[in-house]
């Protein structure tokens, strides 16, 4: 009877001794569909090191209905293969285990460079049409399987196939990043969080970049050959009306040398009430200027080229400023003349008065 109850007490403890990612993994009801194709072995003696998600979309064009199946048909004729794969109900299949190379990325490339996205990477397909949009149901399980992963590796990336691959590759088509934005922010435990203030009476302060603010940086918005020293930066918190009429407050990244113009300029527009959705570091975003424009976030800082060229964008130097930018991306809708001129007052030259292509989001002291 001792013997009994010591086992039963030992098999207690091995069961409450057992990882949560176990139990989560159970809840998530991940079906396992192992293929013989499109990944490659990791010797357990080497194993890989994990730090990215990539989500991607798949369909089958002869399908009218989008299943796993005719998805898995694709993905075979290819010989290509995700880790994970979430249909359009939710249900979440696991083709390749994740200590092995899937082959779902192709020729990408990371903020930071590095061109080894398969090998560092988890791969997530989503099954729906390039016409239709992920339902609530996948983005639901996206989110709990992100989490999941998030709990078992210290994940520095989650992108959409299209931000590594630009040009190659469109999908995840019509995808929410927002729906995923909130798992994906490490910058937030290094720049002062958002949030709603009590006082209508404006808030500045300018501070030079911390050392997590740097590392933070070094992983997303500061990129090889970037033309300013990180010394050379300096985080400017600033308070706005939010279009709902709070008082906010945000944060921005600029040159140390247009950093008291740009408080002051903010401070002009506060004074006006001129309402602004959000003001948060690039690398809220991992540095991916489309995910911050979807999100109609107003940043600064970000060492990348002007869109379609290798040209370094006045974001590189930290002297330019986008605002509302999903408001005004192609027509001025909230930036009217009396915005334009509290700017131009401190020194920014609008984008709007380009001769060429116009820029209505977009400020910077030289007119560039």
């Not at 091995?14 to 993994?25: E, F, K, M, Q, R």
């Not at 569909?33 to 090191?49: D, I, L």
């Not at 002869?62 to 004729?77: N, V």
């Not at 991306?329 to 003349?337: E, Q, R």
Request: charged share 15%; proline share 5%; hydrophobic share 40%.
């Amino acid at each position: 009877m001792k013997t009994f109850f010591a086992t039963l007490v030992l098999v207690a403890i091995c069961i409450v001794s057992l990882p949560t990612t176990v139990a989560h993994a159970s809840a998530l009801k991940i079906v396992q569909k192992p293929v013989s194709f499109g990944y490659k072995t990791v010797a357990s003696t080497r194993p890989r090191t994990i730090d990215t998600i990539i989500v991607h979309a798949t369909y089958n064009p002869t399908l009218k209905t989008q299943t796993f199946a005719g998805a898995f048909s694709e993905w075979k004729a290819n010989a290509v293969s995700p880790h994970y794969a979430i249909d359009r109900v939710g249900v979440i299949y696991q083709l390749v285990a994740e200590k092995n190379i899937a082959y779902h990325a192709g020729v990408a490339t990371l903020p930071n460079g590095d061109t080894n996205v398969n090998t560092r990477s988890i791969g997530i397909e989503m099954i729906y049409s390039n016409k239709d949009t992920p339902s609530a149901a996948q983005y639901a399980s996206l989110q709990a399987l992100i989490k999941n992963i998030q709990s078992r590796y210290n994940i520095g990336y989650i992108l959409g196939h299209k931000q590594i691959s630009p040009g190659r590759k469109v999908d995840p088509w019509n995808f929410d990043y927002t729906k995923i934005s909130s798992l994906f922010m490490p910058a937030t435990s290094v720049f002062a969080p958002p949030v709603t203030l009590s006082t209508t009476i404006f808030q500045r302060a300018i501070a030079p970049l911390t050392i997590a603010q740097q590392s933070v940086m070094q992983q997303y918005s500061y990129r090889a050959r970037c033309p300013v020293s990180l010394g050379d930066l300096r985080a400017i918190n600033v308070s706005y009306h939010d279009f709902n009429g709070a008082v906010e407050q945000g944060t921005l990244v600029v040159h140390k040398s247009i950093a008291p113009q740009t408080v002051d300029a903010f401070q002009a527009l506060f004074n006006q009430k001129f309402p602004i959705h959000s003001i948060r570091p690039i690398d809220e975003y991992q540095g991916m200027d489309a995910s911050s424009v979807a999100a109609d976030n107003t940043s600064a800082f970000n060492c990348r080229p002007v869109s379609g060229t290798s040209v370094l964008s006045q974001h590189a130097y930290g002297t330019a400023i986008d605002i509302n930018p999903k408001e005004n991306t192609n027509v001025k809708n909230t930036l009217t003349a009396a915005v334009v001129s509290i700017m131009k007052n401190f020194g920014f030259q609008w984008g709007g008065n380009w001769t060429a292509k116009k820029d209505y989001q977009h400020f910077s002291t030289n007119g560039k």
